[in-house]
């Protein structure tokens, strides 16, 4: 048996869309509609689901041995585990936004969920910025004056556009990755392949 974390929201909702198309029927069936179970069971993988932030410390303790998780976090944090490889889902990136018509220079204050991806950028563009740590929700603070800018994952451009903000320029292209605790990676070889080529992402 090998457990795989899956990150709940965006990169679950690609991987099941992955699993959809490639007409992965055992897993996608299972796996639908994940409701509020924490854990399932498909032959000799369980998924356990949990916050994407969360999926690498899972892994990292081995208490998951694969983890499915945008590489928005595991940019964000330094973990132990191994980097399998891309997964060919949940593309988006992590984008610098704010009120239409803002020049980059006028930014004094910018809200993130990601402030060490944040804090890396403004160093290497030598500006000056102060940093507000939001958990969600982000798009709020320009509204509300918490900040003139926002640096957040943008998929479909949809929040940003019905919230008449404006995508200024990608940070980090962001796409899911497969993450391996380092020991199970030997111990459990034959499984953690196994399952790769059932998903066919190897
Ligand atoms: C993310 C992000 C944006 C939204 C962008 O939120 O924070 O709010 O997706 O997607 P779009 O470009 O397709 O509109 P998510 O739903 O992952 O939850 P969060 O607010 O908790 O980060």
Redesign the pocket.
Request: charged letters at 25%.
């Given at each position: 048996m090998i457990t795989v974390a899956l990150a709940k929201?965006?990169v679950y909702r690609s991987f099941n869309q992955f699993l959809a198309d490639k007409h992965l029927d055992e897993y996608a069936n299972a796996l639908i509609d994940g409701g509020r179970d924490l854990f399932r069971e498909v032959g000799g993988v369980r998924f356990i689901f949990v916050k994407?932030k969360d999926v690498p410390t899972y892994v990292e303790q081995g208490v998951a041995d694969l983890g499915v998780v945008g590489s928005d976090t595991i940019a964000e944090q330094l973990f132990n585990v191994l980097n399998v490889s891309e997964l060919p889902f949940g593309q988006?990136r992590l984008a610098m936004a704010g009120p239409k018509y803002m020049s980059e220079s006028d930014i004094k204050v910018v809200a993130t969920?990601f402030p060490n991806i944040t804090r890396k950028y403004f160093n290497q563009a030598k500006q000056d910025v102060s940093l507000v740590f939001l958990?969600?929700?982000?798009?709020l603070a320009p509204i509300l004056g918490l900040a003139d800018a926002i640096v957040?994952?943008?998929?479909?451009?949809?929040?940003?556009?019905?919230n008449e903000l404006e995508e200024y320029k990608t940070i980090l292209p962001v796409q899911a990755r497969l993450i391996a605790n380092k020991q199970s990676f030997y111990t459990k070889e034959m499984e953690i392949y196994s399952f790769m080529r059932e998903i066919e992402v190897v």
């Open positions: 929201g965006r994407g988006c969920s958990n969600g929700s982000v798009e957040d994952i943008v998929q479909t451009g949809t929040t940003l556009k019905e």
